[in-house]
């Protein structure tokens, strides 16, 4: 077993040997982020992660012990590197690391860190624990539309993959048609489409009698993967 608080140095002291001239002020300016950047390309952040963890032996604590230690410093690419440490680690996670998750996706502001921690963390949690339907309800009343954005998101994958619970993700959607920010207009977008590659009728089927009430990015997203037919019949009813 590796020491948590050693192999975030050394992943620390990887992430800077690979980080790209330029990149770096190129990278904060594109997330508006606030962090300090070393310009590391993502490919490249999670190639150094799956190298750290092989052979490391780490169990649940291990795992969130080495997260906290890699986001603990206000670097973009230790906390993307903590986050590719969780999607490694999410079969050892359960219900009670649904804190630790909250507090970093309310830290994360940006989509960059969000998304994966909702639909690669999140998401397979609340797959396993239904239980988790309570958190995901308080979560969708929250006053931060990243939290919002996490309940959407949290279903993306199962959903994608021809699974998942389409219904509940529909409800909350749902409460959420109307919003104005962006973030949540192209969450239930983005969701809608990729539901839609395998089953277009139920993508359809929900978004037709809400047209009028879906705001233009995400009527643009939910029919990319519909029929002519179907895709001229929810622009239609706009």
């Known amino acids: 077993m590796t020491d948590p608080k050693d192999l975030a140095a050394r992943i620390d002291a990887e992430l800077r040997e690979r980080s790209v001239p330029g990149r770096a002020d190129q990278e904060r300016a594109y997330l508006k982020s606030e962090l300090e950047h070393y310009g590391v390309p993502v490919p ?6 799956k190298r750290a963890l092989r052979g490391a032996g ?18 973009y690419e230790r906390r993307a590197a903590a986050v590719e440490v969780l999607v490694a680690s999410v079969g050892l996670l359960g219900s009670e690391d649904v804190p630790l998750l909250e507090r970093l996706i309310r830290e994360s502001r940006t989509w960059a860190l969000v998304d994966v921690l909702a639909g690669s963390v999140l998401g397979p949690l609340v797959e396993r624990d239904p239980g988790l339907v309570g958190t995901l309800d308080r979560w969708a009343a929250d006053p931060d539309f990243w939290i919002r954005r996490s309940v959407l998101l949290a ?5 994608r993959a021809g699974g998942g619970d389409f219904d509940r993700f529909g409800r909350y959607a749902d409460g959420m048609l109307e919003e104005r920010e962006f973030f949540i207009r192209k969450a239930i977008g ?16 929900w978004i037709l009698p809400r047209a009028s009430r879906a705001s233009g990015l995400t009527i643009r997203e939910a029919v990319k993967r519909l029929s002519p037919e179907q895709r001229e019949a929810v622009l239609a009813a706009r």
């Open 155 to 159: 279903h993306l994958e199962a959903l």
């Open 44 to 49: 490249m952040v999670r190639s150094v992660v």
């Open 58 to 75: 780490l169990d649940r604590g291990d795992a969130t012990a080495l997260v906290a230690e890699l986001w603990s410093v206000p670097v």
């Open 190 to 205: 983005w969701v809608l489409r990729d539901t839609s590659r395998k089953r277009p009728e139920l993508v359809f089927d």
